[in-house]
């Protein structure tokens, strides 16, 4: 059966790919983003532009352009990463990805919460750069505080929203050849959306709050 499938961060890398996947097998997409690229264009889905989910003020105008779209499935992919080190520290920088990558996906959620169909799902696209246990190299201070704290608030957000029926993924996409990885990586933009798109399927009240792989396996916090 259709559903409508809303997607942060859209225009490119795994975003694009998350609303080619959706919108290939008859799912209703809208896809938001900053700026929309001609590949996303040319998917003939709905787009909502103009929306920086580093800005609260963007956000409100999410809300007022979906107006009373029912959502069945939310996910956050927009995200940044930039570089800091124990010995070039940009606070800035970090406060920056704070902004995006934490703030950004749980006002997402908290403006749009009220449009959320009854059985909905929430996917929050993450990083295993912001498992604690997992981190053996150090650096990348903002990017990996920043996704740490997604996942926290991912996990809140599948214990206050469990009684709601809506149920959250925590979701590493893997180590995807993009823009943000400079084109290295494991596998294609395209891969990682299949496997996203698989674990979202599968998502439901029992399992709603884990951290996963795109592959299936699950992370350590």
């Not at 990996?144 to 979701?171: C, E, F, M, T, Y």
Request: proline share 2%.
């Amino acid at each position: 059966m259709s559903q409508t499938v809303v997607i942060i961060g859209a225009n490119r890398g795994i975003g694009l790919e998350l609303a080619r996947a959706w919108n290939k097998r008859g799912d209703k997409v809208v896809a938001v983003c900053r700026e929309p690229s001609k590949a996303l264009e040319a998917l003939g889905v709905r787009i909502i532009a103009g929306i920086d989910v580093g800005r609260a003020d963007s956000i409100e105008q999410l809300g007022a352009e979906l107006n009373d779209t029912r959502i069945d499935t939310l996910c956050n992919n927009a995200g940044v990463m930039l570089n800091e080190s124990l010995d070039a520290m940009d606070f800035e920088q970090i406060c920056k990805q704070f902004e995006v990558n934490t703030l950004g996906p749980l006002r997402v959620v908290q403006k749009l919460l009220s449009r959320m169909a009854g059985n909905a799902k929430i996917g929050l696209i993450t990083s295993r750069m912001g498992s604690i246990e997992d981190n053996t190299s150090g650096g990348k201070y903002g990017y990996r505080i920043s996704k740490a704290g997604l996942n926290a608030a991912g996990k809140s957000l599948a214990v206050d929203l469990k009684p709601r029926g809506i149920a959250v993924a925590v979701l590493h996409p893997g180590y995807v050849r993009t823009d943000m990885t400079g084109g290295h990586g494991h596998m294609e933009a395209q891969e990682a959306a299949r496997r996203l798109v698989q674990r979202m399927d599968e998502l439901n009240l029992d399992n709603t709050g884990t951290f996963w792989h795109s592959d299936g396996s699950v992370l350590p916090w």
